[in-house]
């Protein structure tokens, strides 16, 4: 499935239907790259003016790293779709088949390995929608905020999408380690972007 190169209004569509993919996953990867391609403008409306000069190496640098990010969520559309794929497959397994418990297992395993990356990948924007907002033009600032959103909208969608494969693993001291990899993550990250977004908002109240 190329979920990549069709239109906005075909992913949707396909968000819409009834098959089991894209879903949650893909559309939190898709989100978070928004979400970071804007922070990505805040940098490119603010290299080359003189009263940004003395942060002009910074705010590059910044742009380079959240290219990269933007690459990588991108790519987590289809991994998501194809790690998940199998899992939706794997529930058909009767229940007194021998080899289900031990294939679910490995599918909720690797369900769960798409969204946890764009979990990760969020944090990491979310760190950058802060340099983006501190350094940036004012005159877009606002565009950080709204990026910083949507990277922590992606970031909640992307832990729900996670935890709901470890709810189900057999192996709890497996699940219970990812599952305090989210939960830090969450408390981390979480008052960093409400910080960033409320900073912004409230210049316009």
Known sequence: MDLLNGS??????????????????????????????????????????????DVEEEIKALMARAQALRVKLLACIEKDAKMFEPLSRAYGIPKDDPT?????????????????????????????????????????????????????SAMYGAAVNVKVNTKLMKDRAYAEEINAHIDAGMAKYWPIAEKVYQDVYQRFC
């Open 8 to 53: 906005v209004a075909n992913f949707t569509e396909q968000l819409a239907s009834p098959a089991p993919v894209p879903g949650g996953g893909g559309a939190s990867a898709l989100v978070g790259a928004i979400g970071v391609a804007l922070g990505d403008m805040v940098g490119e409306l603010t290299v080359g003016k003189k009263k940004y000069a």
């Open 100 to 152: 289900r418990d031990e294939v679910m297992e490995k599918c909720l395993r690797d369900a769960a390995s798409a969204p946890l990356e764009i979990f990760d990948l969020c944090c990491e924007c979310i760190e950058l929608q802060k340099e983006f907002a501190e350094k940036g033009s004012k005159l877009v600032i606002s565009d950080a905020a709204t990026g910083v959103v949507f990277c922590w």
